[in-house]
Each structure stands twice: as structure tokens, then as C-alpha cells.
């Protein structure tokens, strides 16, 4: 059984830029969910995506966006960064059941200068 | 809305002593309760989960939780610290109905004293 996977591990853009971030979700799992870990922080929730489709959003602005494909792996992408972007994006895979384990990669580390 | 308060950003602990890490919870609906573990540079890890069954759950490494409604609180315990518990553990909330979103605390950041 593959676990999540997360891409690139470490990455430097500069204000302004656009980056996009990606997950493989693990086998058997039809929903991804992204979260935002600013330092020193705990886990913010961006958004979450089922079967294609965003089906729930945290308190993030438009910039921030995604993507779910067919296989469910998934894509977040960031326009017009800010220096408050820089943080540990951690993408979760799971079934879509609220009781359920949520189960994250090791996230990507954006910094941005 | 939901949200978890984690009381201490930072605990100590000697190897073999108590660990408790306290959470309260806040809710307008039954809420579903989860503590998970992050160790340096990794993803988080589900430790243990309270879904409306039995109020003592008990998780992986020897930890356990009670869920206490009256109090609204999910204290995380073990009877005996190891090295290898030292991380950073968050609580976090969930409730059944819409998408499935997960609120984290700020995290308690465990020291483990030899």
C-alpha cells in the first residue's frame, strides 16, 4: 500500500510568483484534503476535494485553488504569493467519512522572499 | 462552529513519568475528537479517535483519551513517558454532516526529560 506523497519537499519563490504543489493520494481513498502549517502553528484547513470536485473551503482567499484528478491525486496552487504564504503545505488523503483517520504526507515547505 | 483549545504550548516531562496534555472542545453538535502526533519534519500521525462509542479510547504507543462531555475536554494521557514520545501532538475536532473538515489546535510540543 503506497502512502501519501508530496511534491516538491522544499521549494523558494518571491512575492508575487505562482506555485503549484502536488499529492498522490493513497490507494483507496476518493477524497484530498490541503492544509496550510504556518510555524509554530497547527494545521489550517484550505480546502478539501472529492471526487473532483471542491466540496468544502476554509477561510482562504480565491488564489488559492485546486484540483482532483481522475486517479485522486490532487494539486494546489497559489497565485500572486505574499510573504505570509511561507509555510508547511500538508496534503491528506482519506475515505469521505468524518469519523475517518485522515492520512498525511510529509508535506511541501514553501518559503516565499 | 467548532474549534479545540489546547492548554500549554510547551509540556515537560521526565522518561517515565506521567504524560498529560490537555484539550477542551468547543461545539454546537456531537463532535468527533482526534489527537495526532507530529514528529520533526514529518506529516501528522492519528494517534487515537473518540466517535460517540466508548468515552476511554485508547490509540496506538500507549496512549489513551476520555472523552468527557460535562467538561468538554479529550485529555490525552500515558501512564510512562519514553524518548521517543517527545513530538508535537495535536488535538483536533470533526462532526458528521457536509464535507469533511478537521479543525487542529495550536499543537503541545512534548519534551521528554531522561
Known amino acids: 500500500e503506497t502512502g501519501v506523497t508530496q511534491s516538491p519537499t522544499h521549494l523558494i519563490k518571491t512575492r508575487g510568483q505562482q506555485v503549484t504543489l502536488r499529492c498522490s493520494s493513497q490507494s483507496g481513498h476518493n477524497t484530498v484534503s490541503w492544509y496550510q502549517q504556518a510555524l509554530g502553528q497547527g494545521p489550517q484547513f484550505i480546502f478539501q476535494?472529492?471526487?473532483?470536485?471542491?466540496?468544502g473551503r476554509g477561510n482562504f482567499p480565491p488564489r488559492f485553488s485546486g484540483l482532483q484528478f481522475p486517479n485522486y491525486s490532487s494539486e494546489l496552487n497559489v497565485n500572486a504569493l505574499e510573504l505570509d504564504d511561507s509555510a508547511l503545505y500538508l496534503c491528506a488523503s482519506s475515505s469521505y467519512d468524518p469519523t475517518g483517520e485522515l492520512f498525511f504526507g510529509e508535506g511541501s515547505r514553501l518559503t516565499v522572499l | 462552529a467548532q474549534s479545540v483549545t489546547q492548554l500549554g504550548s510547551h509540556v515537560s516531562v521526565s522518561e517515565g513519568a506521567l504524560v498529560l496534555l490537555r484539550c477542551n472542545y468547543s461545539s454546537s453538535v456531537p463532535p468527533y475528537l482526534f489527537w495526532y502526533v507530529q514528529y520533526p519534519n514529518q506529516g501528522l500521525q492519528l494517534l487515537l479517535k473518540y466517535t460517540s462509542a466508548a468515552t476511554l479510547v485508547k490509540g496506538i504507543n500507549g496512549f489513551e483519551a476520555e472523552f468527557k462531555k460535562s467538561e468538554t475536554s479529550f485529555h490525552l494521557t500515558k501512564p510512562s513517558a519514553h524518548m521517543s514520545d517527545a513530538a508535537e501532538y495535536f488535538c483536533?475536532?470533526?462532526?458528521?454532516?457536509?464535507?469533511?473538515?478537521?479543525?487542529f489546535g495550536t499543537g503541545t510540543k512534548l519534551q521528554v526529560i531522561p
Open positions: 476535494y472529492y471526487r473532483e470536485e471542491e466540496n
Open positions: 483536533a475536532v470533526s462532526f458528521s454532516g457536509g464535507y469533511q473538515k478537521v479543525t
